[in-house]
T-cell receptor, first 110, second 114 residues
Framework: EDQVTQSPEALRLQEGESSSLNCSYT??????LFWYRQDPGKGPEFLFT???AGEEKEKERLKATLTKKESFLHITAPKPEDSATYLC???????????FGAGTTVTVRA | ETGVTQTPRHLVMGMTNKKSLKCEQH?????MYWYKQSAKKPLELMFV???????ENNSVPSRFSPECPNSSHLFLHLHTLQPEDSALYLC?????????????FGPGTRLLVL
């Protein structure tokens, strides 16, 4: 059975204090790893898709990387508007279903 | 309207009520999904429709009944729910239901069952 574990569960940062979120996964035949951002009371907002180990993608202060066992979401010099829950999900070959982690809730204080 | 929309945004219902959730996607996608999100738990896939055909029913109780009249609209009919069904119900869509396709989510319906 596919497993997706995100750590830490919660992260409190000072504005400008860079940090990383971890998503470790156990899946046979990874097809894609997806990162979403979710604000309270709203639906997940798509951030990145990574398809193969070594791949990296960036968007503003966020950078996602992928290895064969885990993915990291790096937040560089975060701002209060980066406060949200970040969700990781994986899909495997020949199966459209996404397996989600429980998320990391990031709070950035000014 | 753009993206994926859901109505209502909030719903309170008694255990004997019947209600429906509506989802509409404006992305030209062919696959639509219903998810349940409970506090501190990962998203749970409930149903999948691909080109209007149901391709997944993830062991969901029969008190939840989906309907997909066309590729742009998805409904979730609710009846005789239980308090443990209280959650955020999310609709998503993708171009097709394949492993590499990105799913785009709506804002969700916050459901409270009394």
């Amino acid at each position: 059975e596919d497993q997706v574990t995100q750590s830490p569960e919660a992260l409190r940062l000072q504005e400008g204090e860079s940090s990383s979120l971890n998503c470790s996964y156990t899946v046979s035949g990874l097809r894609g790893l997806f990162w979403y951002r979710q604000d309270p009371g709203k639906g997940p907002e798509f951030l990145f898709t990574l398809y193969s180990a070594g791949e990296e993608k960036e968007k503003e202060r966020l950078k996602a990387t992928l290895t064969k066992k885990e993915s990291f979401l790096h937040i560089t010099a975060p701002k209060p508007e980066d406060s949200a829950t970040y969700l990781c999900a994986v899909s495997r070959s020949n199966d459209y279903k996404l397996s989600f982690g429980a998320g990391t809730t990031v709070t950035v204080r000014a | 309207e753009t993206g994926v929309t859901q109505t209502p945004r909030h719903l309170v219902m008694g255990m004997t009520n019947k209600k429906s959730l509506k989802c509409e996607q404006h992305l030209g996608h062919n696959a639509m999904y219903w998810y349940k999100q409970s506090a501190k738990k990962p998203l749970e896939l409930m149903f999948v429709y691909n080109f209007k055909e149901q391709t997944e029913n993830n062991s969901v109780p029969s008190r939840f009944s989906p309907e997909c009249p066309n590729s742009s609209h998805l409904f979730l009919h609710l009846h005789t729910l239980q308090p443990e069904d209280s959650a955020l119900y999310l609709c998503a869509s993708s171009q097709q239901s394949t492993a590499q396709e990105t799913q785009y989510f709506g804002p969700g319906t916050r459901l409270l069952v009394l």
